[in-house]
């Protein structure tokens, strides 16, 4: 008896072991095996195909997963770097952060600067040939704003269009305020005659989409897009590698450079680059001193160039004790970034000069900003309501409650050692974090700002202006609110820039924030790539870029 | 026959009823924290109006019993996992299949590890039992079990890559790469105790069975005794049990190794979907680690009658032994 149930308990097991493999592989690969066996397979194919592809002349980056490639939905770097590559929209941004024609060959604005009538490309066309209509783009418009895609951006980039924001609350399908005047033909209404309103064109919720695809295939078009842009997405397997291919009909010209391989599986790319199975390598702050040695082999494959970005500590002017002015210049004037810059941070970045990052029109490269003045600062904390009972103070940051790191250490050691105030850091995950903020529940924060669109607009406006939804600091000034409602419809560009170079400045004579760092890029590039820019914002990029691989 | 058969069929047919109360459990509580995965993917861009719209478009403001209804039924009449918030291009198990796989050859790895050293040892200890050799051996390893992943990792770099400089510096570059040495020893060392405590603990029982009187009554050189008679009654059972009972550990060991190793594997990934608050994506693992588990557990007790005999099946209602 033992021995027939020592066999079929045996094989009772072996069954219960293979079932639970079968429905792991089901579950697992039931969506789409080919990908699955792909990339279970495709743990060594990096190396192999870029011995195979080094010959054929593209270029291999390392990069990270888009976190979507649907243009309407997409609102992050990752995403828009391939987006940008894959469609395409009326306009573009160039490397000089100017708007470019690109579907639209030209447009006319009317006399009181809200009627934009676009002139579309005869060329212009989807990349199966298809051309693209005025009526494809009034479809894109419509359909990011539809509440089904489930765009949380779309409004913000489309909302000054008449009747925009009644297709985004649900309120209609179409907007009002874009018609159709022929096939090569689009007349756009603005709200008000805002000359930022091109920028915000230029982003990825704004691109063009074909609407016939998305009908024939709503759920996976975006893994075979039929885009408009210089290249077609040819491959994408998740944390593995995504390639792109020339769209060699692309109606500005045949991109020069005919593939693109991001390798997206993480590891050392510094070693990688050295190695030499990516042509492009980003670097960390760790790897940098060696690289910035002029007597490193690597130096003369360095470069750096600016962010549109800008890394600051913002106090919630609606509480204590921040709701006193004195008390945030206090702040302010008592940290010296200039040492931290360059003790903690390497040097790596510049200190902010004021709020507008370079590269966006009004930067100057004087320092706007409270100089460090410790002396001041304690005789403003002095004359403040809170002197002698000052509340206790959290600066809140993201993180996963480890260690704080040195860059806000060295901070909250600042203000200990020049104000005597103990400043507690409280790092929240970014699901607690984001959700605090939007409640104002700081009383300060550690965050950064990312410019969108290269206008000041899209940090004082957005940031400042009272009744902003992105306010953070709640910070509330009827004159700013003014100043910034005048310059938003100004239309002299060169008077419009100065009005925000005044807004600038006295922003942050309330020093609603102490802006710490303008972000900066570091790259290697491989003495064989030619024309590889590296822009401050994520644009169209590649087309221009040849590989003379050795 | 008969007995195993039942014994079977209703340890399966409490599968379901398992994976229903983990299911409610694991939903309920990922809705139940802070923030939302609209609110989180929106990074900088903060307008909670248009979080509402997006959240009504995924149905994230319906009750919790209802939301769980629908995925329910999403998931038993379509197999649909749903929506990941993270790559919403994606199915749920496109985006996790690569990672599991990648876990699921970390763990082989550790495994091999675990057992190429952990029964040697075992055996080594038993059949010094009584010298000091036998309680050292076992306290050594007995120290790496007691320190967490959390510290070994680190220390672990430390040492084999900044000291020595023996490794690539974290990072991950394929699986069949020095990257993965530190994530084996940091998920192979701790369980090397427990199979070593196991394999002496069964060595030491059959030492005294009457076929290894009989082996030694032959004349066979000891050597011989202990590796053709003792360690093959001994390893059998030591591989079961501790395959099955932790699976559980090495997922937890790996949540935190791969997050801190940057290894793209699941265990990473179930950090980052907690972060991004990726509720449908953490549902799908937590029902699939309760799944496996489930059948490991079930399979660990067949196996273990197979092999011994005395253990007989009692079904007390619980679905355990």
């Known amino acids: 008896m033992s021995n027939k149930l020592v066999l079929a308990a045996g094989a009772v097991a072996a069954a219960l072991i293979i079932a639970l493999a079968v429905v792991i592989v089901l579950v697992v690969g039931g969506g789409g095996d080919k990908n699955s066996q792909a990339s279970a397979s495709g743990s060594k194919a990096p190396t192999a195909s870029s011995s195979s592809k080094a010959s054929s002349g593209g270029l291999r980056v390392r990069s990270t997963d888009p976190l979507v490639l649907d243009p309407a939905i997409a609102q992050d770097a990752d995403s828009a770097q391939y987006i940008v590559e894959i469609y395409s929209g009326l306009v573009r941004l160039g490397s000089d952060l100017k708007v470019q024609p690109d579907l639209a060959q030209g447009w006319d604005i009317s006399a009181d600067g809200k009627t934009y009538t676009f002139r579309l490309n005869p060329n212009a066309a989807f990349q199966d040939g298809r051309p693209v209509t005025a009526g494809d783009v009034k479809y894109s418009w419509e359909r990011a704003l539809n509440p089904d895609t489930g765009s949380v951006t779309a409004e913000n980039f489309l909302g000054d269009i008449v009747g925009a924001k009644d297709v985004s609350r649900g309120n209609a399908r179409t907007i009002s305020g874009v018609k159709v005047i022929d096939d090569a033909t689009l007349q756009v209404t603005i709200d008000a005659p805002k000359s930022y309103f091109l920028y915000k064109m230029t982003y990825p919720n704004a691109f063009v989409v074909d609407q016939k695809q998305i009908t024939a295939n709503p759920k996976k078009w975006t893994l075979k897009p039929n885009g408009s842009g210089p290249y077609k997405l040819d491959s994408w397997r998740l944390g593995d590698q995504l390639t792109l291919v020339a769209n060699d009909n692309f109606y500005l010209g045949a991109p020069k450079l005919k593939t693109i391989t991001f390798q997206l599986s993480g590891g050392s790319s510094l070693s990688t680059y050295k190695d030499g199975s990516i042509d492009v390598s980003g670097i960390g702050v760790d790897d940098l001193a060696s690289v910035q040695d002029p007597s490193s082999s690597l130096n003369k494959e360095y470069r750096t160039a600016s962010n549109a970005s800008v890394d600051y500590i913002g106090f919630n002017t609606n509480v204590p004790p921040f709701d006193d002015p004195k008390v945030r210049q206090a702040f302010a004037m008592s940290v010296d970034r200039k040492k931290i810059g360059s003790v903690v941070l390497k040097g790596a970045v510049p200190v902010a000069t004021g709020l507008l990052p370079p590269g966006i029109p009004g930067y100057t490269p004087d320092d706007k900003t409270y100089a460090f003045d410790p002396a001041r600062a304690k005789q403003l904390l002095g004359q403040s309501r809170y002197a002698g009972n000052m509340p206790k103070i959290t600066l809140a940051e993201t993180g996963a409650g480890g260690t704080v790191g040195d860059y806000t250490q060295a901070i909250v050691q600042s203000w200990k050692e020049n104000l005597g105030i103990d400043v507690q850091v409280q790092q929240a995950e970014s699901g607690t974090f984001f959700q605090d903020i939007d409640q104002g529940r700081y009383q300060m924060f550690h965050l950064g700002w990312i410019m969108d669109y290269p206008d000041p607009e899209d940090i004082l406006d957005v940031l400042f202006y009272s009744k902003s939804k992105q306010n953070s600091t709640q910070y509330n000034n009827p004159a700013i609110d003014a100043q910034l409602a005048a310059a938003r419809v100004e239309q002299d560009a060169n008077k419009r820039t100065q009005e925000y170079q005044a807004i600038e400045k006295a922003i942050l004579q309330d020093a609603p924030w102490m802006p710490m760092y303008f972000s900066t890029q570091y790259a290697l590039v491989k003495p064989y790539v030619q024309g590889y820019e590296l822009p401050p914002m994520v644009i169209e990029r590649y087309r221009n870029v040849t590989v003379n691989r050795p | ?321």
């Open chain 2, 1 to 321: 026959m008969q007995g195993l058969a039942g014994y079977v069929v209703r340890r399966l047919l409490f599968l379901p009823l398992v994976l229903l109360v983990v299911s409610f459990a694991a939903f309920y509580i990922t809705r139940w924290g802070p923030g939302d995965p609209i609110s989180v993917y929106s990074g900088q861009y903060r307008d909670p109006e248009a979080f509402a719209r997006v959240r009504h478009r995924y149905g994230l403001d319906q009750p919790i019993i209802e939301q769980y209804g629908i995925w329910l039924k999403n998931i038993t009449l379509h197999g649909d996992f749903g929506v990941s918030f993270q790559y919403r291009d994606r199915t749920i198990p496109e985006i996790i299949g690569p990672k599991i796989w990648v876990s699921a050859r970390l763990g082989v790895y550790a495994f091999i590890l675990t057992f190429l050293i952990g029964i040697p040892v075992g055996i080594f200890a038993a059949v010094k039992q009584g010298t000091w050799l036998d309680p050292f051996l076992i306290s050594v390893f007995l120290f790496f079990q007691s320190i967490p992943v959390l510290v070994s990792v680190p220390v672990l770099v430390l040492l084999l890559t900044v000291k020595l400089q023996l490794l690539p510096p974290g990072g991950f570059d394929g699986l069949f790469s020095l990257s993965m040495v530190i994530p084996t020893l940091a998920l192979g060392l701790p369980g090397i105790a427990g199979v070593a405590r196991l394999a002496r603990a069964m060595t030491l029982g059959a030492l005294h069975e009457d076929f290894v009187r009989t082996a030694r009554a032959k004349g066979l050189d000891e050597y011989t005794v202990i590796t053709r008679h003792v360690a093959r009654n001994a390893v059998a059972p030591v591989m079961t049990t501790v395959i099955g009972l932790s699976l559980v550990g090495l997922i937890e060991g790996a949540l935190i190794t791969e997050t801190l190793l940057g290894i793209p594997g699941i265990g990473a990934f179930i950090y980052q979907s907690v972060t991004a608050r990726d509720y449908n994506v953490i549902l799908t693992v937590v029902l699939l680690l309760a799944f496996a588990f489930v059948l490991a557990n079930l399979a660990v007790d067949l196996v273990l009658v197979a092999i011994d005999p005395r253990v007989r099946l009692v079904d007390d209602g619980r679905g355990g032994r």
